[in-house]
Each structure stands twice: as C-alpha cells, then as structure tokens.
C-alpha cells in the first residue's frame, strides 16, 4: 500500500499545445516537459488540425484567440474529425468570462483554464487527463479482448467438435450464401448430402469410440477431397455429411462423388457388419442446379435429401442425381473409370 501522498505513476502524454503566441508556448512547453510529456506545437488554427491529424495526440492544450479561425473553430473541427473517438481538449485563455467559458465546453472542449495557469494547476488537470487516459486505454484493451472472445466463440459455435468440420450452423449460413453468389454469377451450384451406410451396426459392433473415430476419418477424407477454395464439407449431423460446391456443374458433381468413392474404396475402412461391402461406404444424393429467384436452400436440401433417398433405395454405396437422372454406378457403366481423387 502506497503512504497517503505518494503519487501514482502514470504515463506521460503526448500533448498538441496551440497558441499562437511564442512566449505563452516556450513557458508551457518547459512545464510540460518538466512533467515528462511530449509536446507538438501549433501557432495557428490550420497548423493544429494538420498536427492532429499526422499526430493524433493524447490531449491538446488550446488557445482560444487566434488571428483567422479562433479556438472555438478549432475545437469544433477536431470533434467533427473523429469518428467515434474523444481526444480531451483543456482550452487556456485570458478571457474569463462565463459565456467564454460556456462556448469553449459547447465547440467541443472538456475543460477551460484562465490564463496565466498556475503550475500546480496545469499539473493537476494533467494528471486528471492521465488518469481518464489510462481508464480509456483499458477500455480499448477490454474491447480488443471481447472481439476476439466474440470472434471466438462465432468459430466454436460453427464447427463441430468431432470432426473439426463446419456444423449445421456454419454450413446453413455458408449455403445462402453460396445460392445468392451463383444466383449472380449464374453459374452452377452442386450441393451434395452423403450418409454412411449401416452405421448403426458399425457402432453397435465395434462401440461409439470407434464410431467416432471413424467420423473423424471420414471427415478428414472429406477435407483433402476439397481442392477448390469455395468447396465446402460440413457435418451436417449423426453420421452425415454435406458438401457445397461451387462452380460445379451435373457432370462435375457425379465426378466428385465417383472420386469420393473410388478413395473410400482404396482406404478401405473396415465394416465388419455392412452387407454390401468389407469396407465402410456411403450413399449420397446430388442435386444441381443454376439458382434463380426461386431457389432456397430448403428446396435444395429437400431435393439433396430425396436422391440420397434415391441413392439407399438403389443400393447404397452410389450417389445419385435426379437432374442426371442416374446414380454413379450407371455413369461408370459408361466405361469410364473413376479417378482415385481430383487432383
Ligand atoms: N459414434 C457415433 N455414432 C453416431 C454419431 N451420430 C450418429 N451416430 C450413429 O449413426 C447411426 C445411424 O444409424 P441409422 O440412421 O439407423 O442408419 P444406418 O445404420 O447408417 O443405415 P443406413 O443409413 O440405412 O445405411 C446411429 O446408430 C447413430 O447412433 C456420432 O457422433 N458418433
């Protein structure tokens, strides 16, 4: 504990002193480097806006009678200059009248001291402009911090915690405005909803550790199969994912999920209880389109849903697409073979 008269230190300021009187300055100026701060001087209204600007001081000491523009006008001016900010303004002058003082405080000044200014005075007001200066710079730090909180908690909030990829939520805002993006740009739109075939009995059988683990799997195969910067893989709950590609038109979308496939099928993640196959596989469904004012995210989704649908009813282990009217397993019967990824 500081004894009663022990003066807290406080950082010194950086001071714009306008005066245009360079007798008046020299004297304050000694002062107020006494006192340890650092001082610009301005002996005209222009002057000092010019010195605020490139400066931007912690506090400015302002003459009120100046030749041209006084420093009411000054004052005026700086306020109207910062947005949103409040550099405090002390005016010293030789007028004492009240209506002086009134006018001072309404162009924008915070406090008004008569001229001459007694030393104690003068260092008095400083350190009351240290100590509001301070608590301001604290302000500014604790707004800083609970950004980045914010900033934060916006990415948790849109991540899901298993798999690291977007959730519902970061995949429903990043959607809209994907639609909006191609409605402009009138260029395709593929979003894609795949779902893991016989998870249940994967869970059942080897426990949800390993059910978990595997998402994870998937969820990072999902990731590296994303080459483009707008592709978008999100967990889109339980044991579902979706993809959002952009720029991708039908044949490009039956593509990647020939891809998607062809890659699970060379990882070849053991499924010990899937009927179809001795590795974990999924079923997808595809939809395309060019969205124009009628399209939604919900038509898209419902329409991504029913081919995934589609997609189980057919078999499971395929994608399908009600524009291409086929699922991925009648594309390769075309006699094309599907590459192991999109490189
Ligand atoms: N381990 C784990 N399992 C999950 C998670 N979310 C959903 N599941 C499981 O995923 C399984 C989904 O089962 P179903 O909806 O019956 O579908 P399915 O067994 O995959 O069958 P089909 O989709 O018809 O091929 C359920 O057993 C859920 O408990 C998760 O976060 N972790």
């Not at 999920?257 to 001795?278: D, N, V």
């Amino acid at each position: 504990m500081l004894p009663p008269n022990t003066p807290i230190a406080l950082p010194p300021l950086r001071i714009l002193l306008v005066d245009d009187q360079e007798a008046t300055r020299q004297v304050l100026v000694a002062q107020l480097h006494a006192a340890g701060h650092a001082v610009e001087q301005a002996d005209s209204a222009e002057s000092a806006l010019t010195l605020f600007r490139q400066h931007a001081p912690d506090l400015v000491l302002l003459d009120v009678e100046m030749p041209g523009h006084d420093g009411y006008w000054v004052a005026s001016q700086l306020r109207a200059s910062e947005a949103g900010g409040w550099t405090p303004i002390i005016f010293l002058s030789s007028l004492d009248q009240d209506h002086n003082l009134w006018q001072a405080i309404e162009s924008g000044g915070d406090d008004y001291l008569v001229k001459p200014v007694s030393g104690t005075v003068l260092q008095a007001k400083l350190r009351a402009m240290q100590r509001l200066r301070r608590m301001q710079n604290r302000l500014i730090e604790l707004s800083d911090e609970l950004r980045v909180a914010n900033e934060q908690l916006t990415r948790i909030s849109h991540e899901d915690a298993l798999t690291g990829l977007p959730n519902r939520r970061g995949f429903d805002l990043r959607l809209q405005q994907e639609i909006l993006s191609a409605q402009r740009d009138q260029t395709p739109l593929t979003l894609v909803l795949c779902d893991i075939d016989f998870f249940k009995g994967y869970n059942d059988t080897l426990g949800h550790v390993e059910g978990d683990a595997c998402l994870q799997q998937l969820g990072q195969l999902l990731r590296s199969l994303c080459r483009r910067p707008r592709d978008y893989p999100a967990r889109y709950g339980g044991e579902e994912f979706a993809l959002i590609l952009p720029g991708t038109p039908r044949s490009g979308a039956m593509t990647f999920a020939r891809a998607l496939l062809r890659t699970l099928e060379l990882k070849a993640i053991p499924h010990p209880c899937s009927s179809i196959a001795k590795h974990l596989t999924l079923s997808g469904g595809i939809t395309t389109c060019v969205p124009d004012k009628t399209s939604s995210a919900e038509g898209l989704l419902r329409r991504a849903d029913e081919a995934l649908y589609a997609a189980k009813s057919r078999g499971r282990n395929c994608f399908f697409s009600f524009e291409m009217q086929m699922d991925t397993r009648e594309q390769r019967g075309n006699g094309r073979l599907p590459p192991a990824s999109l490189a």
